[in-house]
């Protein structure tokens, strides 16, 4: 049973991020030290997951997936009420009730450092929570419970755009120019953040335009996959103004941007500086691959990237290690924080890139590379 239980180490990460938003004010720095001391130090000392178990009951991985919308409404509302100026629902006086902690002490008393790391707790769980698991079930596209979940989690992060241009967009063109998730060698994360939104979001755009031309559909209707996107976070964020007022809004909006810039930092790490013949197959090698026991835990497998690629349509569940792939810098989150330092990740990546172009390139490839270069 412990591949089953051994995922919930994601719904446990985001139920502790829960409590100490509950608990407010310095709790809320707590959780963020605690979340990434875990994920950055629970990789360095817990080495690689190198095991791909069968899985006699798969329905039981796709109901620990969808168990992830139920835990970021808690998280999101968690938030709300802990920068809203009144109790709402009455959650605190049943909080306090029910466990005797005084939750309403230090409820709307937050300074800067404390609303900063609420921000940052709330908004990387909306990348983990949401994103991760919304990359998962967006892939499943003959799944409508799975596709309908997928893009209420990416309501969130400001993200209708990721189901379709990832899909269908991204999966096709990586590790090309055409690609707005590649990063080109020189870029850094925080150009990315910024071009890679802005291009995505046009190839989506694109993609959903073409598709609804091709049905003969009207671009302007409850059609468009992105349209319903829209409402879906227009819901979403009324909903918490509803229920927080203005205050908790902004402390949302803030926290979903975040978690919309992990998503980018993601992409940047997974395939930067990678080049391939858009002529050939997208094989293993076009990712940069980690199998960092913890976060593959935590991740449902998103860090064995370099097979995801390979066979896209492939359950998190079936993806191998790939040994012989590309390797990241460490696990997900080290990596992350590594990203945020440009000059660090220039020098950490140069010895990798020397040795992909000379191990993993091919001629075409190396042609490429060598005139991006003039």
């Not at 039981?60 to 629902?89: G, K, M």
């Not at 964020?237 to 203005?246: H, K, N, P, Q, Y």
Request: glycine letters at 8%; proline letters at 4%; aromatic letters at 12%.
């Amino acid at each position: 049973m412990f591949k089953y239980i051994k995922h919930s180490l994601f719904h446990l990460l985001g139920l502790q991020a829960a409590i100490f938003i509950i608990l407010g004010g310095e709790y809320m720095v707590i959780g963020l030290t605690f979340s990434i001391i875990f994920l950055v130090f629970g990789d360095l000392l817990g080495g690689d997951d190198n095991k791909t178990p069968v899985y006699n009951y798969p329905k039981l991985l796709t109901y620990q997936l969808w168990l992830a919308l139920p835990l970021l409404l808690l998280i999101v509302f968690s938030v709300t009420w802990q920068f809203s100026n009144t109790d709402s629902f009455g959650f605190g006086a049943w909080v306090e009730e029910n466990t005797g902690i005084p939750v309403l002490n230090d409820r709307g008393n937050a300074g800067p450092i404390q609303t900063f790391s609420g921000i940052l707790l709330t908004g990387f769980y909306i990348g983990l929570i949401g994103t991760i698991t919304a990359h998962e079930l967006v892939h499943r596209t003959n799944d409508k419970i799975s596709l309908a979940i997928g893009r209420w989690l990416l309501a969130f992060s400001f993200d209708s755009s990721f189901s379709i241009e990832h899909v269908y967009g991204h999966h096709k063109y990586v590790s090309t120019a055409t690609d707005p998730a590649t990063a080109p060698r020189g870029r850094n994360v925080y150009q990315h953040i910024v071009i890679s939104t802005i291009e995505g979001n046009l190839s989506a755009w694109q993609i959903e335009k073409y598709r609804l031309a091709k049905k003969q559909l009207a671009f302007w209707s409850f059609n468009n996959r992105l349209l319903r996107g829209y409402t879906m976070t227009i819901f979403a964020m009324s909903t918490t103004l509803a229920i927080g007022g203005s205050n908790a809004l902004l402390v949302v909006i803030a926290a979903g941007l975040w978690g919309k810039c992990l998503l980018e930092i993601v992409n940047y790490m997974e395939h930067y500086g990678l080049v391939r013949d858009i002529g050939t197959p997208v094989q293993p090698r076009h990712s940069w691959n980690s199998n960092k026991r913890i976060s593959s835990w935590a991740m449902f497998n998103l860090t064995r990237h370099s097979h995801h690629h390979a066979k896209g349509a492939l359950p998190f569940h079936k993806l191998t290690p790939m040994p012989d792939a590309p390797k990241m810098i460490s696990g997900y989150l080290g990596t992350i924080l590594i990203t945020l330092i440009p000059p660090l990740w220039k020098k950490l990546m140069a010895p990798r890139l020397n040795h992909w172009d000379n191990h993993f390139a091919s001629e075409q490839e190396k042609e490429i590379i060598r005139g991006s270069q003039c």
